[in-house]
């Protein structure tokens, strides 16, 4: 039946057109859900808070968690992502400050900081994700697992202590961030540097174990007798 009116014959759209149209707003927040969320933490890691150490799991908006230069700073927010298939990083006690060995995600962010950082980047700590630091500390690849991630957010960026002593960046990762992370290329640098500094101190261990040797067996005692070579033409050395 035609309506009575005189936009009863104007040229509409289906119904059907109108339900697959999305605003922009829309379809980045769709396309942000799909794409698979990095850095964070696993739910079984270690955080410091005010009262020790806690499963990242536990947390909730409101805790104190310890930060690296900003003592203790309030969990405003607690992102969790869905499980997925996850590559890991194998990391030895005491690689990066941790008390014990652990798995972490491939691309989660660690934080180097002392000597190092200085001597290379001229700053006291710089962050870099943890797969370009394979082969640095005896850090190596583990077996992929499905996993979920907890991402721990405050009012500022935060790096996080954690696992003991293991420094990192337990919320969003930003390239503009206070703690730019380190290209590739850059931690690579971070891996030679020890692997060259592991090298240095075997070699030194290798002369220091030849000095104790030659001390237990008195070989340093004294200086071995002089002789002139043509006095064992003579035999004046024979037995």
Not at 38 to 62: D, H, M, N, S, Y
Request: charged share 25%.
């Amino acid at each position: 039946m035609l309506l009575d009116h005189t936009t009863a014959f104007t040229d509409y759209q289906p119904v059907d057109l109108l339900l697959d149209l999305r605003s922009d707003d829309a379809e980045g927040l769709s396309a942000s859900r799909l794409r698979p969320q990095q850095g964070g933490v696993l739910p079984g890691t270690l955080i410091e808070t005010e009262f020790g150490f806690k499963q990242a799991r536990t947390l909730r908006p409101g805790d104190m968690v310890q930060t690296f230069d900003g003592g203790l700073r309030e969990v405003v927010n607690i992102r969790h992502s869905v499980p997925r298939l996850t590559a890991m990083v194998h990391v030895p006690a005491g690689a990066l400050g941790n008390d014990a060995a652990l798995d972490l995600p491939s691309d989660a962010i660690v934080a180097i900081e002392g000597d190092l950082a200085l001597e290379l980047f001229d700053l006291p700590v710089v962050t870099a994700k943890l797969v370009a630091l394979i082969g640095h500390n005896g850090i190596s690849t583990a077996l992929p697992q499905r996993i979920a991630r907890i991402h721990i957010d405050c009012a500022e960026e935060e790096l996080l202590w954690s696992e003991g002593g293991l420094v990192l960046n337990a919320g969003a990762s930003d390239d503009d961030g206070f703690y730019s992370v380190l290209s590739l290329s850059e931690t690579r640098m971070i891996v030679e540097a020890g692997r060259e500094s592991s090298i240095e101190q075997n070699t030194a261990a290798e002369i220091d174990e030849d000095a104790v040797d030659a001390r237990f067996f008195g070989l340093d005692a004294m200086p071995a007798p002089a002789f002139d070579p043509i006095d064992l033409l003579f035999g004046r050395y024979a037995a």
